[in-house]
Structure formats: C-alpha cells, structure tokens
C-alpha cells in the first residue's frame, strides 16, 4: 500500500510562489510515475504536471508551462512542484497521485492508483 501525504499549501498573492510537497511510502516510489493534479470549485480534476519514474521526462498542461516546475528525489521518496508566478485562475485543491504500473508520462487520471489527501492553494487577486 502507498500513501501520499502532500505539504506546502496556502494563501498567496497573485504573482507570488509556492512550493507544494508530497512524501511517499513504499520502497519502490523509484519505480513510480508521480503526478500532480489540480481541483477548482465545479470543474473536474486536471493533471498539472507528471514525472516519469526516472525523472528524465515530464510533462506540464499548458496553463503552467513556463511556471511551474516538477522535480522528484528518489533517495527521499518525494515529488515536488514549484509554482511561481501564481494566478488566480490556479487556485485549487491539490493532489499527488502515484501510478505504479505505467510507463513513460501518463496523462490519463485514471492510470493513477493511488492519491493523496489533497492541500488547497489560495491566489488572491
């Protein structure tokens, strides 16, 4: 069993920064594909951003591109984003989500198995 346990949320001024944490269980978590979602107020959960299990591929919806940046330490079980220059258009609820079983950089929400409690991030205007 895997659980995900997310940190970092808050309340930010447009144009500001966080940076959200999500820590991992499991002895494999190098074998994990990670991804961060998102979930606003009567809209669905959209994938934010996702690293293969080596950290050599990721992918960012296009909103984000330019802004934030998803990085992985293996030796520390952890996946991070990085969020700057913040709208908004980004507030949320955030998730980490592991998929354990694909390959590459899924896009697909129901590839992942596994998810977190979720941290709501704030962007005042």
């Known amino acids: 069993q895997v659980q995900l346990v997310e940190s970092g949320g808050g309340l930010v001024q447009a144009g500001g920064s966080l940076r959200l944490s999500c820590v991992a269980s499991g002895r494999t978590f190098s074998n994990y594909v990670m991804g961060w979602f998102r979930q606003a107020p009567g809209k669905g959960r959209e994938l934010v951003a996702a690293i293969s299990a080596s950290g050599g591929n990721t992918y960012y919806t296009d909103s984000v591109k330019g802004r934030f940046t998803i990085s992985r330490d293996n030796a520390k079980n952890t996946v991070d984003l990085q969020m700057n220059a913040l709208k908004p258009e980004d507030t949320a609820v955030y998730y980490c989500?592991?998929?354990?079983?694909?390959?590459?950089?899924?896009?697909?929400?129901?590839?992942?198995?596994?998810w977190g409690q979720g941290t709501q991030v704030t962007v005042s205007s």
């Open positions: 989500a592991a998929d354990l079983r694909s390959k590459g950089v899924p896009l697909n929400l129901n590839s992942y198995d596994h």
